[in-house]
């Protein structure tokens, strides 16, 4: 029975890491400037009219189709900021520290699930009143994995498996107390057996005795 709360134990822990595994905290880490975020973010526009926002896995994306201004600018597309960051933008995978998250051209993308969706950001950098500001515009992509399982093929797998083996373990736990019961029948039968063999019979000497006492008693 060791055996079978270990496997329990480690099947349920798996289980609960597939659902979970997604809903994991990110720690985010202090920046040093402000960031603006789609509507407080209005002085940046984007234009996606030649940007392809839908893919398959492990395809590359090609970021300098988006077009981008602030304040009526036009602004150019850089993979990196440098010093002359000025009227430039760049593509960013994260929203909470995206001057360390700026993404190179022709990244390719990738997804676990069959359908999967994901963020990216136009980032632009600004220098206001001595603080560093960074406007942000969200672009929402769709990415196709058709040799992904999806997720609840996976939990009906997991699940058919645990009850297959809670099945098994109870079978297993019925089949051993019906052989212990029946053990214990059989040990108890022979124990009456031995206990009626063991009772005491008159023996031949015994017997003699008592024809030689009858006889002598006739006498």
Same mark, same amino acid.
């Not at 134990?9 to 979970?20: Q, V």
């Not at 981008?68 to 002359?84: H, I, R």
């Not at 995978?93 to 995206?98: I, T």
């Given at each position: =029975? ?31 400037? %402000? ?70 051209? $022709? ?32 672009? *929402?992509?769709?990415?196709? *994995?058709?040799?992904? #399982?999806?997720?609840? #093929?996976?939990?009906?797998? =997991?699940?058919? #498996?645990? %009850? ?12 051993? $107390?019906?052989?212990?019961? =029946? =053990? ?36």
């Amino acid at each position: =029975m060791k055996k079978v709360k270990l496997f329990c134990s480690i099947l349920l822990a798996f289980i609960f890491s597939l659902f979970s595994f997604s809903s994991c905290n990110k720690q985010t880490k202090q920046i040093d400037y %402000i960031i603006k975020k789609d509507q407080e973010a209005a002085s940046l526009v984007i234009n996606l009219d030649n940007f392809k926002k839908e893919y398959q896995t492990n395809e590359e994306i090609d970021f300098s189709t988006i077009k981008a201004s602030f304040d009526n600018k036009e602004l150019k597309y850089v993979e990196k900021l440098s010093e002359n960051y000025i009227d430039s933008f760049f593509i960013s995978s994260s929203d909470n520290d995206p001057l360390n998250s700026i993404l190179q051209n $022709k990244s390719t993308v990738s997804g676990n699930n069959k359908q999967n969706s994901i963020n990216i950001y136009v980032g632009h950098k600004e220098i206001e009143h001595d603080s560093t500001i960074v406007y942000l515009a969200t672009i *929402n992509l769709s990415i196709n *994995n058709p040799s992904a #399982v999806d997720k609840w #093929v996976i939990y009906l797998i =997991m699940s058919l #498996v645990f %009850i297959a083996f809670g099945a098994f373990a109870c079978l297993k736990s019925y089949k051993d $107390k019906k052989k212990r019961n =029946m =053990m214990q029948i059989s040990t108890s039968s022979q124990s009456q057996h031995n206990k009626n063999d063991n009772q005491v019979k008159p023996t031949d000497d015994n017997k003699y005795k008592e024809e030689c006492t009858s006889d002598d008693e006739v006498k």
